[in-house]
Structure formats: structure tokens, C-alpha cells
């Protein structure tokens, strides 16, 4: 396997204000395939080291659970080095230590929870494991001038989560709508795959394919949007349009060889031989595409999937009137967030389709996938309230953003 040691400092993001005292947090982000560490003193971010592994996925095409593992086992002490540096600071000048207890990869999250409580636990140190998904709405509060004002919107698009959540506070979330199946980053990871768009070491295939439908000419058959005027969100079907429509371009007359497939034990859904027969179909399908039909497949299925995320904005949009609820900002987070796309689709909702005075706020781009600084920065109030975890505090894979306050040890 190659490492891949790329490493991402951020310096220059002013806090919106001060809200707690001087306080100077190491943290830890281990959620997924990210290996990130990050130093704050108050809001002000000292180091922020983020290991990516994209590289060593390459041959799996996506994330392998025991891969990522084993590379935030190598990366973590390497990342740790390299923002005690940054921030010309010894691990004994820290103050407190965050980590990311879930959600999450189970392996993942306890790489980062056992560093963080072994060096609690050294050093005499308070601890706090921090919710991944509020860490991301609140990073606005961070990095917005004025930051937005509760109640607001928040729409948490990433590779785990499809989120539209009311924010009252902190630590009080009401979900307005969720995925009832795949994720919307999910889903552009996996139709990526189907198209065969080249693999970067450097970003996403998600990332990887908003970049290779840019400038792409219509395809004539649009995707639809599941689930009209329902507030839920769905991208399984729209994967299973993308498949099928590669599908209709298949030779009949080709031949499939039964396909060797190995049994791979981290995989939740091993292919069938009759799935991995219809994944080779495409694959060979896909290989005589043009390059022009493939990144038109690509950017209709991109329409589609942030057409989606409108609708559903707008719906929330009315639901919150119902509620006699006016929120002031529309905040866009997590790592599908940083998609310009994205971004330029709704700024268009917001700009026409909302009431006067309501803002659309994105955390900048190194900011809306995973980090450390956004775990740190959540963890400060608890810090100054002196709201700790105990060192045998565990992780939380899968954990309701709002069940944030309901604590199991």
C-alpha cells in the first residue's frame, strides 16, 4: 500500500468572536478515511493536519473499513507530530482533549478514542468525545461574519449522512428529513465508480466526479427525483437509474464470462455471481462509451442528486412556516458541501424562493470535509463548562444528532 501523507493546514480563519476563554484543544478526527488532527487556542486554529488515504483505497475503488483502520494506526502519530509543530506547542502546554465519538466507522473511531483517552489519562487532562454531524453545523459559528443566529437551517450533505436539521442551540437538533437509504455522498462515490472516472490521490470520487461532469452537454434522458413533496431524502434510486440506464446501452449480444469473485469478509453486501455478472456488464459497457456520454451520464446524475437537495429545502422551507418557525440562516455543511455545484444550486433556492434577510451560509471548502478544528471548536463549550467525559467514555457508531445530550459512559 502507499501512504499517502498529504497534509492540509488552515490558518487564516478568524473566529465570528471569542465565546469561551483561552483554552487550547488538541483534536482528534477519525470518523472515516481521514486522519486529522488539529491544535485551537480559544477559537483561533493553531494546526490542522489532515493525512488523506485516498491512495490506498485506490485498488478497492471506495473505503475498506480494515484498510482505513490500519492507516489511521500509521497516519495518527504522524499527524499528532506534525500539528504539536505547527502550532510550536509540547503536548504537555494542551488544556483539554477532543475526539470524534461517533458517528462513524467503528474501527476508525477507536483508533482516535484510544489516542485521545491514553493521552488524557497521561497527561491528567479533561476529556470530551465530540458528535461528528453537530461538529459540522456548528462550524459555521466559526467561520461566518455575523455567524448565524438559532434557530437556523442546517443541511448536513456528506459520504454517511443526508441531514435537514432544525438547529435551536448546540446540542439541540430537530431532524426535518433524512435518508432512507444511501447518502447523497455515497451515492456520488458509487455512481463515480460506475462511470469509471479517473481515481484521485488527491480528492474524493465524489469530488472526482463534480470535476469530470464540468462543461458536460445534456443527456436526453434526465433522472428523476424519488419521493415528490415528501421530506425525506432517497439516493438508492437514483443510483439504480445511473445503473440502468448504462444498462440500456449494453450490447445484448455480449458475452459475459462467469467472474471470479473473492470472498472479502469486510464487505457488508459480498456481490452474488449473478450481481458481480451485471457489475462486469457495465464496467465493459461503460469502456466503450465515449468520454462525452460518460461525463453527461455523470452531470445528469449530479442535476439530480442537488435537485433533489432543493426540493427538499423547500419543503423544509414551508414546514419550518408551519411551525411558526423563521429561521435566519440556511447553514450547508459536511464534505459534500464543498461540490460549487452544489453551492451555485442553492444560492439560485435561496435567492428566489425565500423570505427577505435569510442567508446561505458554507463553511469554506478545507472546512466542510472531515477535520479536526470543527471537533475541537465543538468541544469548547463543554470545556468551559467543565461538562467532561470519564476516561472509559466509549464510542457511539451510530448515535441521533439528537440524542447529542443523552450519555451512555
Known amino acids: 500500500m502507499k501512504p499517502a501523507l498529504n497534509l492540509h493546514r488552515i490558518r487564516s480563519f478568524a473566529p465570528s468572536k471569542a465565546l469561551v476563554?483561552?483554552?487550547?484543544?488538541?483534536?482528534?478526527?477519525?470518523?472515516?478515511?481521514?486522519?486529522?488532527?488539529a491544535i485551537i487556542d480559544d477559537t483561533k486554529v493553531l494546526s490542522n493536519v489532515i493525512l488523506k488515504q485516498h491512495a490506498d483505497h485506490e485498488e478497492f475503488r471506495g473505503i475498506h473499513p480494515q484498510v482505513a483502520?490500519?492507516?489511521?494506526?500509521?497516519?495518527?502519530?504522524?499527524?499528532?507530530?506534525?500539528?504539536?509543530?505547527?502550532?510550536?506547542?509540547?503536548?504537555?502546554?494542551?488544556?483539554?482533549?477532543a475526539f470524534t465519538r461517533g458517528p462513524g466507522m467503528p474501527g476508525c473511531l477507536a483508533v482516535g478514542a484510544n489516542a485521545a483517552r491514553t493521552l488524557a489519562?497521561?497527561?491528567?487532562?479533561?476529556?470530551?468525545?465530540?458528535?461528528?454531524?453537530?461538529?459540522?453545523?456548528?462550524?459555521?459559528?466559526?467561520?461566518?461574519?455575523p455567524p448565524p443566529s438559532y434557530p437556523f437551517l442546517t443541511l448536513l450533505v456528506s459520504g454517511g449522512h443526508t441531514l435537514l436539521l432544525l438547529a435551536y442551540s448546540r446540542t439541540s437538533f430537530e431532524i426535518m428529513a433524512t435518508t432512507r437509504d444511501d447518502s447523497i455522498g455515497n451515492a456520488f462515490d458509487r455512481v463515480a465508480t460506475l462511470l469509471g472516472v479517473p481515481w484521485s490521490r488527491e480528492r474524493s470520487a465524489g469530488a472526482s466526479l463534480e470535476a469530470f461532469a464540468l462543461g458536460a452537454p445534456e443527456l436526453n434522458a434526465p433522472f428523476p427525483i424519488p419521493m415528490p413533496g415528501k421530506l425525506a431524502f432517497s439516493y438508492s434510486g437514483l443510483i439504480s437509474s445511473v445503473r440502468a440506464y448504462i444498462l440500456t446501452r449494453s450490447d445484448p449480444e455480449m458475452t459475459i464470462d462467469p467472474p471470479q469473485t473473492l470472498v472479502d469478509p469486510f464487505l457488508k453486501h459480498p456481490p452474488t455471481p449473478e450481481r458481480?455478472?451485471?457489475?462486469?456488464?457495465?464496467?465493459?459497457?461503460?469502456?466503450?462509451?465515449?468520454?462525452?456520454?460518460?461525463?453527461?451520464?455523470?452531470?445528469?446524475?449530479?442535476?439530480?442528486?442537488?435537485?433533489?437537495?432543493?426540493a427538499k429545502l423547500r419543503l423544509g422551507l414551508k414546514e419550518c412556516l408551519k411551525k411558526n418557525v423563521h429561521p435566519g440562516s440556511i447553514v450547508v455543511?459536511?464534505?459534500?458541501?464543498?461540490?460549487?455545484?452544489?453551492?451555485?444550486?442553492?444560492?439560485?433556492?435561496?435567492?428566489?424562493?425565500?423570505?427577505?434577510?435569510?442567508?446561505?451560509?458554507?463553511?469554506?471548502?478545507?472546512?466542510?470535509?472531515?477535520?479536526?478544528?470543527?471537533i475541537a471548536w465543538a468541544s469548547l463549550e463543554r470545556f468551559q463548562g467543565q461538562d467532561y467525559d470519564e476516561l472509559s467514555v466509549g464510542i457511539r457508531p451510530t448515535w441521533s444528532i439528537e440524542d447529542i445530550c443523552v450519555r451512555d459512559g
Open 121 to 145: 489519562a497521561a497527561l491528567d487532562k479533561p476529556l470530551v468525545g465530540v458528535h461528528h454531524m453537530q461538529a459540522h453545523a456548528l462550524t459555521a459559528l466559526y467561520t461566518s461574519q
Open 69 to 97: 483502520l490500519q492507516m489511521h494506526d500509521k497516519n495518527l502519530p504522524t499527524a499528532l507530530r506534525q500539528a504539536l509543530k505547527e502550532a510550536s506547542l509540547s503536548v504537555q502546554d494542551i488544556d483539554g482533549i
Open 21 to 37: 476563554r483561552n483554552f487550547q484543544v488538541l483534536a482528534f478526527e477519525t470518523s472515516a478515511d481521514d486522519t486529522g488532527v
Open 333 to 374: 455543511s459536511g464534505g459534500v458541501a464543498s461540490n460549487s455545484y452544489l453551492r451555485a444550486r442553492l444560492r439560485c433556492v435561496v435567492e428566489s424562493d425565500t423570505e427577505a434577510g435569510i442567508r446561505l451560509v458554507f463553511p469554506p471548502p478545507a472546512l466542510c470535509t472531515d477535520n479536526a478544528v470543527m
Open 276 to 310: 458481480a455478472a451485471m457489475q462486469e456488464r457495465i464496467r465493459r459497457t461503460v469502456e466503450i462509451m465515449s468520454l462525452q456520454e460518460r461525463k453527461s451520464i455523470a452531470a445528469a446524475f449530479q442535476r439530480a442528486a442537488v435537485g433533489q437537495l432543493e
